[in-house]
């Protein structure tokens, strides 16, 4: 019977961990490793090009970030 | 603090400053969004045209295929998740490649057209743009292999200087792409129009993943969708799954299920119906819509005989094939 319980509990942690992490997903903004980005653009490897759509957010929209770095 | 908005995807994201976007690849520096990416790719391949799957463009033309890190969808089943999931300073291999040398070495290699593909395009969108531009006025074909999770307003721009797309539209439910994907169905829907009314060709891919997006009344929806919206002659790949990534707990999808598929679309009136991913299944090939006459045979990716006229006709009944053949 203990088996059973433990096999259940651990089952109801998998499965809401993984929507846990669906719901991650597509949540506006990520962090990252800053360090190696800039490490990584100032040898070339990648680029510091700046992008073609995007607008400075009013404060309306930077009222909705969560969690900032 | 200085955040930015981006404009590029439906998703809308708001960036602060050092922090990325959902793609991984856009990034505030110092309160402006940066493409970190643009001009380095992460894989580059010469590919024949089939693999992409594009059937009616080019046939046989073989295509340098380029990539960076970095997608706006999160699907579970993403053959691609090694490049896709991952931020540019992740990457172990990184080429250098602006757009200049990419034309050239597209050039080099005796390829007529660039194929934006792999990863999703969208999120590198700077350098796509700027590639096609180049190879356009240098007489190379420009191709997004895409999601087309993208705001009109940016496609619409980058259509003038693209020559064909190959759109996967993974599945005709919301609920689908929401669970599977990260994404939202109609933003996709309204891509496909742009790009009809930008005068793209256009094929569609629809993978088939078993018990997920393989019901009947829903490829028939999906096909009826094509039909009315984007016409009767655009042709709809419906690929095989393999287990992969976070859905390795599915098996292939079948044959039968491939195989009703393309009856249900058949019947809901489009023309050109393909089996993918499957080798040697005779739905990998070209037939006449009107006579049955086998047009272009397949084998996997490699052509195996070519009976369209010069001009794009069939052989039999001297019906126009639509593509561009040259």
Known sequence: MGLVVLTGVVAVLYLTSGLRLVGREGSGWRSLDLDALQRRIDAGELQGREADWYHRSTDEETRTIRGLP | ?326
Not at chain 2, 97 to 111: M, N, Q, S, Y
């Open chain 2, 1 to 326: 603090m200085s955040a930015v908005t981006c404009e590029l995807c439906p998703r809308a994201c708001v960036i602060p400053e050092g922090g990325a976007g959902d793609c991984r690849v856009r990034v505030n520096l110092g309160g402006k969004l940066r493409a970190t990416t643009y001009g380095r790719p992460s894989a580059i391949h010469v590919d024949p045209m089939e693999k992409k799957p594009l059937y009616h463009f080019r046939p046989g033309s073989p295509v340098f295929s380029i990539a960076t890190a970095g997608c706006n969808l999160h699907c579970l089943n993403c053959q691609n998740w090694q490049l896709s999931q991952r931020g540019g300073e992740d990457m172990e291999q990184i080429y250098r490649v602006d757009p200049p040398e990419l034309i050239e070495v597209a050039r080099r290699e005796g390829c007529e057209s660039i194929a934006y593909t792999y990863s999703d395009p969208v999120v590198f969108y700077e350098y796509v743009y700027d590639s096609s531009e180049l190879a356009r006025a240098a007489g190379i074909s420009n191709v997004f292999i895409t999601a087309a999770y993208i705001n009109r307003k940016p496609l619409r721009r980058l259509c003038r200087v693209l020559d064909a797309a190959n759109v996967d539209l993974k599945a005709f439910d919301d609920g689908f792409y929401r669970r599977v994907n990260g994404g939202t169905l109609q933003p996709v829907l309204d891509a496909l129009v742009t790009m009809r009314e930008e005068g793209l060709w256009i094929e569609i891919t629809n993978l088939l993943i078993p018990t997920f997006n393989d019901d009947p009344a829903m490829i028939r929806a999906l096909a009826l969708w094509v039909r009315d919206e984007l016409g009767e002659d655009t042709p709809l790949h419906f690929s095989r799954f393999h287990p992969q990534y976070r859905m390795r707990n599915l098996p292939p999808t079948s044959g039968r299920i491939l195989d009703r598929a393309r009856k249900e679309a058949t019947d809901a009136g489009l023309r050109y119906v393909y089996v993918g991913n499957v080798l040697g299944h005779e739905g990998g090939s070209t037939y006449c819509p009107t006579d049955g006459t086998l047009l272009i045979g397949r084998a996997g990716f490699w052509i195996t005989e070519n009976n369209l006229t010069a001009d794009g006709r069939c052989p039999t009944c001297e019906e126009k094939i639509p593509g561009v053949w040259q």
